[in-house]
């Protein structure tokens, strides 16, 4: 066994001497393994099926490579299949999401180290995650990966799972697209490498991505129609001869964890049975069609036009707003949190085009204690006194953040009114009903401002 190593490295050194000096300072490009058309960044390991019906003919039927990054391992998640949690929970979660990639071809598959995080508040979980390092993650993909186009989910906040890591996900992934192509984001990522092993500096180059779209996380998708293009789940693929949702809830198949009893039953029907299910809007597991959300093109680009169109032409224009300072004159008040949060988001990220909820919106469990934020912007020089009211339906309790108020000397002031919501019926639940919040905010001699909330109560909910 040593003679014949021996005789490999000097047939190795004999090699390296006969190869011209120019070839063998030739250096080495990208690593072409890991480039992709889509990438496709979600939350947990299971969020990737919201957008397979697309991925399956994107795959399949143009020929595109496809590279999934998930948010976090799912460590906080149910497991309906077996007795483990926490830890050993998210080693199964990732073999599942890793084997219902693979089940589309897809194979280049990352993690980032967001934590699972309960809430539908986008901010809890971007702190919970490490937004910064996260980020960096985030950016240091989209340069090794390359894509031309990224898919993730919808940031906002609408009635439905509205799950703050679904929303964390696509604020992330949106900074990603804007900063990637820089040449000062992350320079350790982008220095040259030396000769010799490199264990600080990456050697990516910066990277663009052309278009970026999103899916939602919402109760009713029909408000999102024309919003992006469209595509049908029924149709066929000319390659596989199966319609795109059966494609797509094959590969779903792994996710025992999570929908055990749905897997079960689904395989215990036919195909005419199964064909039946998927068709109903009421079970169904998608929309049809699918309509992915767009949300900013690198070149001009119309929000319908197909995902592979304009990779080319005159650059979109966007600039940012500048912050200008406020003045006792213009105070201003606002519902806070991440509806605030979003508002200067879309501005900042020049997401002129996304949908936002006619008013401002969300779904809690009934009997619970309902937060409304509110951010209130004012001259800086002096303090302010307000008086502070609520509207609130027959049934509800406002427990606290009411009344005569002097905010300090500050340009923003952020408050919280706080009110006990009824516990209702099972009969009630089901009328899917909502109530319009209030809060009223005077200002001695000026006209009082109002904010609106939309409320759902339901069964269960994610917390507020």
Known sequence: MKRSLRVLVAVGFLAGLLIPAQAQQKTRGADDRFKADILVVVAHPDDEGAVTPYLARAIYDLHKRVAVVFGTHGGSGANNHGAERAGALTDIREIEAREACARLGITNVWFLDGKDTASQNVLNSLTNWGHGANLERMVELVRLTRPDVIITSLPGVFIGENHGDHQATGVITTEAFD???????FPSQLAGASPKREIYLENLNPWQPKKLYYFPDAQDDRQFANTGPAYSITEVSPSQKKPYWKLALYAAMTHLTQYPEAIERISKLSDAEVEKLMSDPEQGWWSNPETLIFGK???ES?????VFANFEGRPAVCTAPSQVSRSAENTTVELGGPWNFYKQYRKEHCLSELPVAKTPEIAIKSGNTLSVPITICHDAAG???ITVNASVPSGWKVVSGTGKLKLPAEPRTNLRVEMETPVL?????????????????????RMTQTVELKVALRGSALPE
């Open 425 to 445: 019926t099972e009969a009630d639940l089901r009328t899917g009903k909502t109530e319009i919040i209030r809060v009223q905010v005077e200002e001695a001699g």
């Open 179 to 185: 900063l990637a192509g820089s040449e000062t984001v």
């Open 383 to 385: 303090e302010l006194d």
């Open 302 to 306: 119309k929000p319908t036009d197909d």
């Open 297 to 299: 093109s690198y070149y």
